[in-house]
């Protein structure tokens, strides 16, 4: 079996479980608040140059305006596959004038990187720069620090209505 091959199967694989976790978020996002409850992000990053998809869950606020956002984000590309675990605190702001909500953080991370059949793993650190719309849709930039990402850029969705 050639290297390109495993990449493939792994990233199938990878792609399956991405799916199953957000089918069992959409069964369970009836109960969640609005920008509270489990969605979904896609996106890409550079160094490694990556497309990612990823879950995460937006708890209620822990402490006055601050959101726990832990998530995880599965990269494939570049015979390479970072699956990084963030767990992510965050802020909102309204923006005046739009439903729109700006949102800053960060937090620590654990990314898991395999490639050419060898697999690291180390701690990283995260700053999260995005907008929010109350219905659930948000994009965001995202800086790593140590071992994460140096930027990552994404879309996504979370299911709370």
């Not at 792609?15 to 009836?30: D, E, K, R």
């Not at 969640?32 to 708890?59: D, I, K, L, M, W």
């Not at 180390?122 to 930027?151: A, Q, R, Y």
């Amino acid at each position: 079996m050639t290297e390109r091959m495993v990449c493939r199967g792994v990233a199938s694989r990878t792609a399956m479980l991405i799916a199953a976790v957000g089918l069992l978020f959409l069964a369970t996002a009836g109960a969640a608040r609005a920008q509270e409850g489990p969605g979904v992000q896609v996106g890409v990053s550079a160094q490694p140059n990556q497309f990612y998809v990823g879950a995460h869950y937006v708890t209620a606020p822990i402490v006055e305006q601050v959101w726990f956002r832990p998530n995880l984000e599965v990269g494939v590309g570049h015979a390479q596959t970072l699956v990084a675990l963030n767990f992510d605190f965050v802020d909102r702001l309204p923006l005046k004038g739009t439903p729109w909500k700006l949102y800053f953080g960060g937090g620590p991370a654990l990314n898991i990187d395999r490639h050419n059949g060898t697999t690291d793993s180390g701690g990283g650190l995260n700053i999260v720069l995005g907008v929010v719309h109350p219905k659930g849709l948000f994009t965001e930039v995202k800086v790593g620090l140590v071992d994460s990402p140096s930027f990552k850029f994404g879309v996504g969705y979370t299911f709370g209505q």
